[in-house]
């Protein structure tokens, strides 16, 4: 009899990220590090490969980027302190850029279990390149998985988190690929004085169910 594949763990939006105590690369980092901050936490499938290294480079290019939102950065990788550490100074001597932000060393792969970033179909004893957006409750609010041999995008994923960070203090819903500055999705009024009062404010009604308006 052959064994059952195993289902990986997933966790799941707008619940508490799973809990993690890891060494990194800056010492261990606890859920409780990143309390009131957003944190960005990202992994990839080995050191030294050139897909990751585009993609670390990618991150530690926007780093100030992210800072400025109140965001933290956290790589993580199945490999041991040492093995990052000598990455990230490859990257500094072969391309000019530092890496600034921690990498966990997940090498008895407990945070990658439950953050679901082990695939089986992909790989046993390496992660995905799984990320994930918490917001400074500790509450997953995103999480996007791309396939090991081709790389995720920064870009968008700074897109996302302005996304998140917008509806949250707008209390709004954003439509396809919305960027700053373009219009946004708000929920109908409640009140037959809300619905006289939004009249002269602005809002271009697109549907019955919904207006628009751009911030």
Known sequence: MTDAPQTPQMPRLNEAAPAFDAPTTDGRKTNADYKGKWLILFSHPADFTPVCTTEFIGFA?????????????????????????????????????????????????????????IQPGA??????????????????????????????????????????QTADENKCAMPENWKPGDQVIVPPPSTPEAAVARGGEGYNTVDWYFSTRAL
């Open 61 to 117: 290019k926007r780093q100030d980027d992210f800072a400025a939102m109140n965001t933290a950065l956290l790589g993580l990788s199945i490999d041991s302190v040492h093995s990052h550490i000598a990455w990230m100074l490859n990257i500094k001597e072969k391309f000019g850029v530092e890496i600034k932000f921690p990498i966990i060393a997940d090498l008895n792969m407990k945070v990658a279990q439950a953050y679901g970033m």
């Open 123 to 164: 790989s046993d004893t390496a992660a995905v390149r799984a990320t994930f957006i918490i917001d400074p409750e500790g509450v997953l609010r995103a999480m996007v998985y791309y396939p090991m041999n081709a790389g995720r995008s920064v870009d968008e994923i700074h897109r996302l988190l302005v996304a998140l």
